[in-house]
């Protein structure tokens, strides 16, 4: 990871798995990675799809709410 060699560019030794920065930065990693799975996830059966961020796929005719 390049956050990792950035740590031992700086401090003259690697950043261990318990740092907290590294820690965060790695789940918001993927955290993004997730979302950008599920937007590229298209239905099989042809069916239009509404989509944001961490939602796979809900029918254009849904409501969640009602």
Avoid: H
């Amino acid at each position: 990871m390049q956050d990792c060699d950035a740590g031992t560019e700086r401090y003259g030794e690697p950043m261990s798995g318990a740092n907290v920065w590294l820690e965060q930065r790695t789940a918001e990693i993927r955290s993004m990675q997730l979302e950008i799975i599920a937007l590229e996830v298209q239905p099989t059966d042809g069916t239009p799809v509404v989509r944001g961020a961490g939602v796979l796929g809900r029918t254009t005719g849904s409501t969640p709410c009602a």
